[in-house]
């Protein structure tokens, strides 16, 4: 978790593979870079020897930063060519590049995520970059290892909010930038996920269940929480304890025939609770769900 690794260090890899499988989960994301094996062959194998699939990898890049575009695109094809070596579902199911701002690093932006106003955003000259470098990426990407990108909107980054998250989709290249939908980032950036799924439609490629919990939003908009103070007190913590419909949304892409992956995120704090009893429950109640 973004600014908390160095409270409390992530245990070794094959521990945390070794507890997916228990827990009965089918894949992975690839997390932060160098903490699972970078090595194809060496990935490969402790994947395999789990049965468990890669899905996607988060990529934070700045891109309204328009003169490192180049830099960021080689940053992503690195990471793609790993993914693509670890392929095993047809192009459509991923795994995918998912790109994100390069959030919790912008001061105005942590300080007031989940409570962004207009004044917090960025300039139009800004978005042209933000959005190019998207598109830019996500053609490079498909061009040199047939992966396909998606975009994650996410608290405490420059596209948050339900306004900003159509406004980088109306800006980039159907074809070529989908949307990784987390519903916990939605609700706590002030979005109905349900109503989102029938807004963006077939831009949704993979997606992220997340919880929020409507009393600690509550309390940190009234506090004056940052975003790191928010997850610190659980507000993304405990799937199925918020406010989230999970019933409803997969109800809606049950509907529409989806067919990618849904990725279970719950956002453990330091020092609350025990990440592989957590892991059980989230099962167990995804498993209620009919996944």
Not at 85 to 104: H, K, M, R, S, W
Request: hydrophobic content about 40%; overall charge negative; charged content about 25%.
């Amino acid at each position: 978790m973004m600014g908390f690794a160095a409270e409390a260090p992530f245990p070794p890899y094959t521990q945390v593979l070794d507890e997916m499988m228990e827990t009965g989960y089918e894949g992975t994301e690839l997390g932060d870079w160098g903490y699972l094996p970078t090595d194809a062959a060496l990935l490969n194998e402790e994947l395999g020897q789990r049965g468990l699939a890669m899905v996607g990898a988060l990529v934070p890049l700045p891109l309204a930063d328009r003169k490192r575009h180049e830099e960021y695109a080689e940053t992503a094809l690195r990471t793609a060519r790993l993914l693509a070596a670890c392929a095993t579902n047809e192009p459509a199911a991923g795994p995918y590049v998912i790109l994100a701002d390069e959030n919790g690093t912008d001061p105005i932006r942590t300080a007031f995520a989940g409570r962004i106003r207009p004044e917090h955003g960025l300039s139009d000259d800004a978005w042209k970059a933000f959005s190019d470098g998207a598109n830019m990426i996500a053609a490079r990407v498909r061009d040199e290892t047939g992966l396909r990108t998606v975009f994650h909107h996410h608290c405490a980054g420059f596209v948050e909010t339900p306004n900003e998250t159509i406004r980088l989709l109306e800006m980039t290249d159907a074809a070529l930038v989908g949307l990784c939908f987390d519903t916990g980032h939605w609700a706590y950036a002030g979005g109905d996920p349900v109503g989102a799924l029938r807004l963006f439609g077939e831009r949704i490629w993979h997606v992220h269940f997340k919880d929020c919990h409507p009393q600690i939003a509550e309390r940190a908009s009234r506090e004056n929480w940052d975003y790191f103070m928010a997850v610190r007190n659980g507000v993304f913590y405990g799937l199925g304890d918020g406010e989230v419909d999970f019933a409803a949304l997969l109800a809606a892409l049950r509907e529409r025939d989806y067919g990618g992956w849904i990725v279970v995120e719950d956002e453990l704090p330091p020092g609350m609770g025990d990440p592989l009893e957590r892991a059980r429950l989230d099962r167990q109640y995804v498993r209620r769900l009919g996944l």
